[in-house]
């Protein structure tokens, strides 16, 4: 059997790692869009480096676009196996992937009216959203701790799948395959993202099933995240100092699903508690808004403290100052808006979305505050805003002064930290992990990281480069 790693390999995106049993039986773990290097990026998503109609399965970690944003594209270019999921990332995806199909077709739709001016060839969407609805159709879901078997055809080796939960958002799981072929049994583990040991809303990472073979995340090798409280505080600080003190606009670039309704959670606590300021709150992401519904929908993955609130709150993602925003009309006169406010919008990485536009129009003004609240990918806008210094930034291809403050929050990350993912990793008997690949992670980090993973037992760590194949029996 063979593993090849075709993204998220020495970098952050674009996760896909290719299975392909002796027999011939090819699973993809992932398919995940690149993000954050502009036309460089729309390559890298172009060119998957495989045939489409040849993967049998695809099985899926969790919803996040840099996991799951490439199934539609993998969809139009002649896929058709099963894609295999936890029930709650199926639900997401319905709504995610349709959204990335929309943002794919509008931002092409801007792209080429500037390439017709400079009279230059007009370039095809990357998928649309009738690509992603489509798509819908060839996902199976499954409930967290049932092994799901995949294949038993005779003549086909007999392979099987369990999730189990990683704590990172709403589905998140550790693909654990079972692999029989050749008279063997090969377990394989691939944790996706690592959620954090207390999430605020979702159940916390769970112990998984021992494996000879895993792969796993590597975002934060190097860094510990401050206390939750602290960050909360800060959180308060910020939207004293910017609404109450300033006068300003707070702005909050967040991924649609999981940040954003662990942002909305905590600021339904501080108004309960009368602690936050009458300020208006805007979610300013049709993405969101639905998420947020599907979130409702899943209260079986809430944890103990969301349950809690909801004795005496009959929503948790909703206060009388909140308002959830769809049209485009309605996002456009926020930036008319006059007075203090706070702004959540998608995407994280201020790559794509409603975001951009108010970062463009809030940027220059010095009363403002963009809080940057979890990874940014080294590329992306939201990295190269926070550079120290920074006098200019272009967005849409304008450069905007940057007069407003940049603040960042990082505990509000879903990703555990180093000492976080170590003890998820704990549940592992390191003599019997035969080897552990490294993904997910910029490859300075993954170098820290992997000195870490020996300290703690782990040998033969790997970190693959991008489309290194490795041989596993």
Request: net charge negative; aromatic share 8%.
């Amino acid at each position: 059997m063979k593993i090849q790693f075709i993204g998220a390999a020495r970098e952050v995106t674009g996760s896909k790692h290719l299975i392909t049993c002796n027999d011939g039986i090819k699973i993809l773990l992932d398919c995940g869009m690149f993000q954050g290097k502009g036309l460089e990026t729309d390559s890298k998503n172009r060119e998957l480096g495989f045939d489409p109609s040849s993967i049998d399965y695809l099985i899926l970690s969790h919803a996040h676009i840099d996991h799951s944003g490439l199934i539609p594209y993998l969809y139009k270019n002649g896929f058709r196996g099963s894609i295999i999921c936890t029930n709650a990332t199926r639900d997401l995806c319905s709504i995610m992937l349709a959204d990335s199909g929309h943002i794919q077709e509008t931002d092409v739709e801007w792209f080429n009216k500037k390439r017709i001016k400079q009279g230059k060839t007009t370039v095809e969407a990357l998928y649309t959203v009738e690509d992603a609805e489509a798509c819908m159709e060839l996902f199976i879901g499954v409930a967290y701790n049932r092994r799901f078997n995949i294949t038993g055809k005779k003549g086909e080796s007999n392979i099987s799948v369990k999730f189990t939960n990683t704590g990172h958002m709403l589905g998140g799981g550790v693909v654990n395959l079972e692999i029989r072929e050749d008279g063997k049994v090969i377990r394989l583990a691939y944790t996706g993202d690592i959620g954090r040991p207390h999430n605020r809303i979702i159940h916390p990472p769970v112990p998984f099933p021992q494996c000879d073979y895993l792969i796993t995340e590597s975002t934060y090798g190097d860094r510990l995240h401050t206390a939750e409280k602290e960050s909360e505080e800060d959180l308060l600080r910020i939207i004293t100092e910017t609404c109450v003190e300033r006068k300003g606009k707070l702005i909050i670039p967040s991924f649609a699903i999981g940040r954003t309704q662990e942002i909305v959670f905590v600021l339904n606590n501080f108004y309960n508690a009368g602690k936050l300021p009458h300020i208006d709150v805007y979610v300013d992401s049709p993405l969101s808004v639905n998420a947020t519904d599907v979130f409702r929908m899943h209260t079986e993955c809430m944890n103990k403290e969301v349950k809690e609130v909801l004795e005496y709150d009959d929503d948790p993602f909703g206060f009388n100052s909140l308002h959830y925003i769809k049209k485009v009309e309605e996002s456009k006169q926020l930036n008319e808006k006059e007075g203090p406010c706070i702004i959540i919008s998608s995407s994280g990485m201020m790559e794509a979305g409603r975001i951009k536009h108010h970062v463009a129009n809030n940027i220059s003004n010095p009363n403002n505050t963009i809080l940057i609240v979890g990874y940014c990918s080294p590329t992306s806008l939201g990295a190269r805003i926070q550079e120290p210094g920074l006098a200019y930034i272009s967005i849409f291809g304008e450069y905007h002064q940057v007069n407003a403050r940049i603040e960042k929050i990082e505990s509000f990350s879903g990703h555990g930290d180093y000492r976080e993912m170590i003890h998820f990793l704990s549940c592992q008997d390191t003599r019997q992990v035969r080897k552990v690949f490294l993904v997910h992670g910029d490859y300075g980090v993954q170098q820290a990281y992997k000195e870490t993973l020996e300290k703690e037992g782990f040998s033969n760590v790997e970190i693959p480069a991008q489309g290194e194949e490795f041989t596993i029996d």
